[in-house]
């Protein structure tokens, strides 16, 4: 694997954690009213897609064994080239029902299903992932 995929792939799992942390008892109804919270979880979709695209140049055959990553990589696409016909209720789904399965296929994928990493640098930064569980 490049280590650059690996990074990558940190990534991925540190705004998954990320995201499953801030949708965490939080209902649909809260969530359309939240704007900031709309707008965090659409920036961390944003991270978790570009890090994938990210990945997928290095070891695109790894990213294919991630099944929605292509869709993932293209929401991202839609939201950074402001697609206004895109359906922000796809946010809402992608982050409660999509985001934990995507972070444990990728600690797979990476042979970490028990050991996440303390640290994660890249597009987020130093992300401390054990204050993100908590």
């Known amino acids: 694997m490049h280590p650059r995929t690996r990074q990558s792939l940190h990534d991925v799992i540190a ?4 995201i499953e942390s801030r949708t965490d008892e939080v209902s ?8 900031d919270l709309r707008l965090m979880i659409e920036r961390l979709l944003m991270t978790v897609g570009e890090a994938l695209s990210r990945a997928e140049k290095h070891d695109p055959l790894l990213v ?7 869709n993932i990589i293209e929401m991202r696409n839609r939201i950074v ?3 206004l016909a895109l359906n922000r209720e796809i946010f ?7 985001a934990p399965i995507l972070r444990s296929q990728t600690e ?8 996440v990493p303390e640290r994660s640098e890249g597009i987020i930064g130093y992300v401390e ?6």
């Open 15 to 18: 705004a998954c954690i990320e």
């Open 28 to 35: 649909v109804r809260s969530y359309r009213s939240d704007r």
């Open 64 to 70: 294919a064994a991630l099944p929605n990553a292509r």
């Open 81 to 83: 080239h402001c697609d």
């Open 92 to 98: 809402w789904t992608a982050a409660v029902r999509h």
């Open 108 to 115: 797979e994928v990476l042979g970490e299903q028990e050991d």
């Open 129 to 134: 992932l054990a204050e993100l569980k908590s």
